[in-house]
């Protein structure tokens, strides 16, 4: 795949690369700057961090956009590409619903995750100021921008449906070309074209795509079987997109839930079903990105670079066997990695609880104990905070911002 | 023209990481000999504090190695990638693994937990820098010619291997100069001499492991061989060695503080050394840097490209590695926060 495409689309990565540089730098700066830096000199040395992150999308969907709708060359005789524009070979029809769309969800996550701690906490009992702007920091951010990622992932998929039509059909499950294309809410595609299960909802699908019951939608069948994802991977795509428009769909209810309170009492909602749901929001985003990049990937198949070079293709000559060990290593690594880093995490924050309920903490139980971030005050009037009685001192914002 | 220049860039690039990410390494290899809990504590905490803000910054270079191959030199790249995929792909378990073990043992209390995230850490120090060194080997003596399969003989040959261990001892020497550097920046005098010894030892192994290298893998590498004892090549590796010399005599001094660009200046001019012993060749003798080279306009806008970074990582660089050598960058513990919580409600 490199040896071939790596000259058309791989300067993306370039932009990654600093991107990559700079979020090092200035991320070290920020985490380690907090005792020594002036606040203000700190706080500056941040704001590159943002910028950084939204570079290095630039890069990364950058190549995916083109593994998606490649141009910027032509083939020689050979097969080989010459004449590379890099200008055409980054900005690919694809790139610019893509990255909104990616940029937009990464914040919305983000936003989601953090609030969702909080939220846990909340629930938990926790009220203090600390926790309340833990919580709607993040939490704002992410409502505003859920009904926009709703406007967002819309015109992506409008816009797959005129660039990359295959990928459309299988994402939707429409097996003929044709007019008054019916909805599938999931359903499971047969190798025959009809569906089984499912809700069916008439005419639908011809109106989300171009607004009208007359909208030619092109199926599956348009292309050769051996051009086209297979009938259990179109499913597959299917579902992961309908499971991250439903998360989507959610995600603004709660939105408009929180407006709502705000608009209407300045306050955040009372109910502990909104605080659940807060909570449940950050895992959902996440499995709502992964939906977005299973619906993206399985639904291009079988190609790597679309209509130029299948998977098959690319895959070098190393065996089967050696390619599912190492796939296997790498899964059992990241199994474990992820699993001591939630590990760790929890055993810090089961410390700091007893810290909290004012047990001392532990004293050094061996070298080097002292551990990064430590936990919020434990203080008598942070634990007074912790009652519910809102209006506790500012005693528990964070240590660092003193 | 232009693929020159980039081969060049990408030249610089690898000695780049040598530096930053040998630094990296050998400090975690100081990490895995420093002893047991009660003796290694005092050493396992230098390294710490010295390597947590520059770690990651030090290995980006490496990404920056990686897509300078894959757009300038796809050949290259899909060459290299094909036959040693399976040291290249241990390299890689190896920096998430130790990446993880350095980040999660800091936070970690309990002993034994402490010792498996070292460990972690500690352990892949050594195998990444072996792996990376090995196909180094593999590049060098000519063996990871475009259209080779994977097969074991390409990476783990007697100049694969003398190449990984050269690149442990070099990483081992360049973290004992620095961590010499920063015992003496935190006026931890025993600590000095404690690094600077090892210091002194690995500059030893490496001088020793060069001489075997060179007469065992002779034959194998006759190119790469040739142009090291001739010419520019040699010139540099006479060079490197007199910066290495001026190290070893940097180290014993007041101001080990020097030693650190003396050792720095020693492991590039090596790799800079290697280079121009392969000219023309990416992959000697079967691969130029014209053959492989990718279309033209990608090469010149990845000539932009690194313009651009110099100009945007460059000085953000230089501020992380003032701050950090200023000692304004430290990790917060439990008991800072708990301090500054005591003094915010005062």
Redesign the interface.
């Not at chain 1, 929180?258 to 749901?277: A, E, I, M, V």
């Not at chain 1, 929890?346 to 700091?352: G, I, K, T, V, Y």
């Given at each position: 795949m490199?040896?071939?495409?790596?000259?058309?689309f791989?300067?993306g990565?370039?932009?990654?690369?600093?991107a990559?540089?700079?979020e090092?730098?200035?991320?070290?700066?920020y985490?380690?700057?907090?005792?020594?830096?002036k606040p203000w000199t700190h706080f500056w040395?941040g704001v590159?961090l943002p910028l950084a992150a939204l570079m290095g999308a630039f890069g990364i969907i950058g190549a995916n956009a083109w593994m998606n709708t490649p141009q910027g060359f032509t083939l020689d005789a050979a097969g080989r590409?010459?004449?590379?524009?890099?200008q055409q070979a980054v900005f690919t029809p694809m790139f610019g619903p893509q990255y909104w769309h990616f940029v937009v969800a990464m914040y919305l996550t983000a936003g989601y995750v953090v609030a969702g701690i909080y939220a846990v906490g909340w629930l938990r009992g926790r009220r203090d100021r600390y926790h309340k702007l833990g919580f709607c920091v993040p939490f704002t951010i992410a409502a505003v921008l859920t009904p926009l990622q709703f406007f967002l992932g819309d015109d992506i998929a409008r816009q797959i449906f005129h660039k990359q039509p295959v990928k459309f059909a299988a994402a939707e499950i429409v097996w003929d070309t044709g007019t008054h294309v019916p909805e599938y809410l999931f359903g499971r595609l047969q190798p025959d074209g009809t569906v089984k299960g499912g809700l069916k909802i008439s005419d639908l699908n011809s109106i989300l795509a171009g607004f009208s019951r007359d909208t030619q939608v092109t199926g599956l069948t348009s292309v050769p079987a051996a051009d086209r994802p297979t009938t259990a991977e179109a499913t597959l795509a299917h579902w992961t997109f309908d499971i991250m428009a439903m998360i989507g769909s959610a995600l603004i209810l709660l939105a408009l839930w929180y407006g709502w309170c705000w608009l209407r009492r300045r306050d955040l909602p009372r109910s502990r079903w909104f605080f659940r749901c807060a909570a449940l929001a950050g895992a959902a985003s996440v499995v709502t990105v992964e939906c977005g990049w299973i619906t993206t990937e399985v639904g291009r198949q079988p190609w790597i670079v679309y209509r130029n070079m299948r998977v098959s293709d690319a895959v070098?000559?190393?065996s089967a066997a050696?390619l599912w060990t190492?796939f296997g290593?790498?899964v059992v690594?990241?199994v474990l990695?992820f699993g001591?880093?939630m590990g760790?995490v929890l055993?810090?924050s089961r410390?700091w609880q007893r810290a909290d309920l004012g047990l001392v903490?532990p004293a050094a139980?061996?070298?080097?104990?002292?551990?990064?971030?430590?936990?919020?005050?434990?203080?008598p009037?942070?634990r007074a905070a912790d009652a519910p009685s809102p209006q506790g001192?500012?005693?528990s914002?964070?240590?660092?911002?003193? | 023209m232009t693929a020159d220049a980039v081969a060049w860039i990408l030249l610089l690039a690898v000695a780049a990481y040598a530096c930053g990410g040998g630094v990296d390494y050998g400090a975690g290899f100081w990490d895995l000999f420093a002893g047991g809990a009660e003796r290694g504590e005092r050493p396992r905490r230098l390294i710490d504090h010295a390597m947590a803000p520059v770690w990651e910054t030090n290995n980006v270079w490496l990404v920056f190695v990686l897509i300078l191959m894959w757009t300038g030199f796809p050949v290259l790249f899909e060459a290299v990638f094909s036959a040693m995929w399976l040291p290249l792909a241990l390299a890689a378990v190896g920096l998430v693994l130790r990446g993880a073990g350095f980040a999660l043992r800091k936070p970690t209390r309990r002993l034994a937990r402490r010792r498996i995230y070292g460990a972690a850490f500690a352990v892949c120090s050594l195998l990444t820098p072996f792996f990376l060194g090995a196909a180094a080997g593999g590049v060098a003596s000519g063996r990871a010619a475009p259209g080779v399969t994977a097969s074991a003989e390409v990476w783990a040959n007697a100049t694969s291997v003398v190449a990984g261990l050269l690149a442990i001892a070099a990483t081992a020497f360049l973290g004992a100069v620095f961590l010499t550097a920063d015992a003496r920046r935190f006026g931890e005098r025993d600590l000095v001499i404690y690094f600077r010894l090892r210091a002194w030892c690995s500059l030893v192994a490496v001088g020793v492991l060069a001489l075997i290298g060179l007469s065992v893998t002779r034959k194998h590498t006759t190119y790469v061989y040739h142009g090291l004892t001739h010419g520019f090549g040699l010139l540099l590796v006479l060079l490197s060695i007199a910066a290495a010399a001026a190290t070893a005599l940097l180290i014993g001094t007041h101001a080990p503080g020097w030693a650190r660009y003396t050792s720095v200046a020693s492991v590039a001019l090596v790799i800079a050394a290697w280079g121009i012993a392969q000219r023309p060749y990416l992959v000697p003798t079967s691969l130029t840097v014209q053959q492989a080279a990718g279309a033209t306009k990608p090469l010149q806008w990845l000539m932009l490209v690194t313009a651009i970074a110099l100009v945007l990582v460059g000085p953000a660089l230089v501020l992380l590695y003032r701050l950090d050598t200023h000692g304004m960058l430290e990790a917060q513990t439990d008991a800072d926060v708990e301090r500054g919580a005591a003094q915010g409600q005062r």
């Amino acid at each position: 795949m490199m040896g071939r495409w790596g000259d058309v689309f791989g300067l993306g990565f370039g932009i990654e690369a600093w991107a990559f540089f700079l979020e090092a730098v200035f991320i070290a700066v920020y985490l380690y700057g907090w005792r020594r830096l002036k606040p203000w000199t700190h706080f500056w040395l941040g704001v590159p961090l943002p910028l950084a992150a939204l570079m290095g999308a630039f890069g990364i969907i950058g190549a995916n956009a083109w593994m998606n709708t490649p141009q910027g060359f032509t083939l020689d005789a050979a097969g080989r590409p010459v004449n590379v524009s890099v200008q055409q070979a980054v900005f690919t029809p694809m790139f610019g619903p893509q990255y909104w769309h990616f940029v937009v969800a990464m914040y919305l996550t983000a936003g989601y995750v953090v609030a969702g701690i909080y939220a846990v906490g909340w629930l938990r009992g926790r009220r203090d100021r600390y926790h309340k702007l833990g919580f709607c920091v993040p939490f704002t951010i992410a409502a505003v921008l859920t009904p926009l990622q709703f406007f967002l992932g819309d015109d992506i998929a409008r816009q797959i449906f005129h660039k990359q039509p295959v990928k459309f059909a299988a994402a939707e499950i429409v097996w003929d070309t044709g007019t008054h294309v019916p909805e599938y809410l999931f359903g499971r595609l047969q190798p025959d074209g009809t569906v089984k299960g499912g809700l069916k909802i008439s005419d639908l699908n011809s109106i989300l795509a171009g607004f009208s019951r007359d909208t030619q939608v092109t199926g599956l069948t348009s292309v050769p079987a051996a051009d086209r994802p297979t009938t259990a991977e179109a499913t597959l795509a299917h579902w992961t997109f309908d499971i991250m428009a439903m998360i989507g769909s959610a995600l603004i209810l709660l939105a408009l839930w929180y407006g709502w309170c705000w608009l209407r009492r300045r306050d955040l909602p009372r109910s502990r079903w909104f605080f659940r749901c807060a909570a449940l929001a950050g895992a959902a985003s996440v499995v709502t990105v992964e939906c977005g990049w299973i619906t993206t990937e399985v639904g291009r198949q079988p190609w790597i670079v679309y209509r130029n070079m299948r998977v098959s293709d690319a895959v070098t000559p190393t065996s089967a066997a050696a390619l599912w060990t190492m796939f296997g290593i790498v899964v059992v690594v990241y199994v474990l990695v992820f699993g001591a880093f939630m590990g760790v995490v929890l055993r810090m924050s089961r410390r700091w609880q007893r810290a909290d309920l004012g047990l001392v903490r532990p004293a050094a139980d061996g070298p080097e104990t002292d551990t990064p971030y430590g936990p919020r005050p434990e203080l008598p009037a942070a634990r007074a905070a912790d009652a519910p009685s809102p209006q506790g001192p500012d005693a528990s914002a964070p240590g660092s911002m003193r | 023209m232009t693929a020159d220049a980039v081969a060049w860039i990408l030249l610089l690039a690898v000695a780049a990481y040598a530096c930053g990410g040998g630094v990296d390494y050998g400090a975690g290899f100081w990490d895995l000999f420093a002893g047991g809990a009660e003796r290694g504590e005092r050493p396992r905490r230098l390294i710490d504090h010295a390597m947590a803000p520059v770690w990651e910054t030090n290995n980006v270079w490496l990404v920056f190695v990686l897509i300078l191959m894959w757009t300038g030199f796809p050949v290259l790249f899909e060459a290299v990638f094909s036959a040693m995929w399976l040291p290249l792909a241990l390299a890689a378990v190896g920096l998430v693994l130790r990446g993880a073990g350095f980040a999660l043992r800091k936070p970690t209390r309990r002993l034994a937990r402490r010792r498996i995230y070292g460990a972690a850490f500690a352990v892949c120090s050594l195998l990444t820098p072996f792996f990376l060194g090995a196909a180094a080997g593999g590049v060098a003596s000519g063996r990871a010619a475009p259209g080779v399969t994977a097969s074991a003989e390409v990476w783990a040959n007697a100049t694969s291997v003398v190449a990984g261990l050269l690149a442990i001892a070099a990483t081992a020497f360049l973290g004992a100069v620095f961590l010499t550097a920063d015992a003496r920046r935190f006026g931890e005098r025993d600590l000095v001499i404690y690094f600077r010894l090892r210091a002194w030892c690995s500059l030893v192994a490496v001088g020793v492991l060069a001489l075997i290298g060179l007469s065992v893998t002779r034959k194998h590498t006759t190119y790469v061989y040739h142009g090291l004892t001739h010419g520019f090549g040699l010139l540099l590796v006479l060079l490197s060695i007199a910066a290495a010399a001026a190290t070893a005599l940097l180290i014993g001094t007041h101001a080990p503080g020097w030693a650190r660009y003396t050792s720095v200046a020693s492991v590039a001019l090596v790799i800079a050394a290697w280079g121009i012993a392969q000219r023309p060749y990416l992959v000697p003798t079967s691969l130029t840097v014209q053959q492989a080279a990718g279309a033209t306009k990608p090469l010149q806008w990845l000539m932009l490209v690194t313009a651009i970074a110099l100009v945007l990582v460059g000085p953000a660089l230089v501020l992380l590695y003032r701050l950090d050598t200023h000692g304004m960058l430290e990790a917060q513990t439990d008991a800072d926060v708990e301090r500054g919580a005591a003094q915010g409600q005062r």
